[in-house]
């Protein structure tokens, strides 16, 4: 049970923190100075705000939020609490690799979109994303990853998974091997996500030789 907590929070995290961070990390490039669409004004604001909540530890930003959680998953403790704090601590990373990502593609492939007429929206969803794609896959699974690491502290709210199991069931009642344990099953957890990552970026680059 501890397992499938920990592989639901950090899947259902993760997939939530995407849908939010991917948009605001378009908005963040396209918004820059030579971006596709320049608003000096809204990237400062945006990137402010982004890089606030990424600067807050995570164990911090978990109580700080603790009435927001509340609103949105009815209660400020378990797994569903734990989510909701996930997905905020997380959101903000994953706009920046976002961002990141898309810095990568070659310029010369967006003006040549520019020049055969492509609006802003055709650019991002037939250009920008597709060629940043390997890397857009290398950042989630790296944030995937990161928001494991972030659901280990799930007990501090009284939530489920292998952190909970290590702290209440190890630490506490000074169980190594328990802790040991989790951590073992924590490691081949991130062993899967990171051998499907790469199996996923190998069938999705170009540049790489089948």
């Known amino acids: 049970e501890a397992i499938w907590a920990t592989v639901y929070m950090t899947l259902l995290a993760t997939l ?9 990390g378009i908005i963040l490039y ?3 100075g030579k971006g596709l669409a320049p608003c000096k004004s809204l990237n400062l604001i945006l ?12 164990i911090i930003l978990t109580f700080a939020v603790f009435p927001f959680t509340r609103l949105i998953a009815g209660t400020s403790i378990g797994n ?15 706009a920046r690799m976002v961002e990141s990502s898309l810095l990568e593609v070659d310029n010369g ?6 020049s055969m007429g492509a609006s802003t929206f055709e650019i991002i969803l037939k250009v920008l ?13 790296i944030s995937s990853i990161t928001v494991l690491g972030y659901s280990a502290m799930a ?12 702290y209440t069931f190890g630490y506490q ?33 170009k540049r790489i030789k089948k």
């Open 129 to 141: 994303i597709p060629e940043a794609k390997p890397a857009l896959i290398t950042g989630a699974i």
């Open 155 to 166: 007990s501090t709210i009284g939530g489920g998974g292998l952190g909970a199991i290590a």
């Open 109 to 114: 492939v967006i003006e040549a979109a520019e």
């Open 80 to 94: 569903g609490a734990m989510i909701v704090t996930l997905i905020i601590g997380a959101a903000p990373y994953v």
């Open 30 to 32: 396209a918004t820059k």
């Open 47 to 58: 990137g402010f705000i982004i890089n606030l909540l990424r600067s807050i530890p995570f």
């Open 173 to 205: 009642t000074s169980t190594d091997d328990v802790t040991w344990i989790c951590v073992a099953f924590t490691v081949i957890i991130v062993q899967l996500i990171q051998a499907l990552g790469n199996f996923i970026v190998k069938k999705t680059d």
């Open 16 to 24: 939530a923190s995407y849908l939010l961070g991917l948009p605001l």
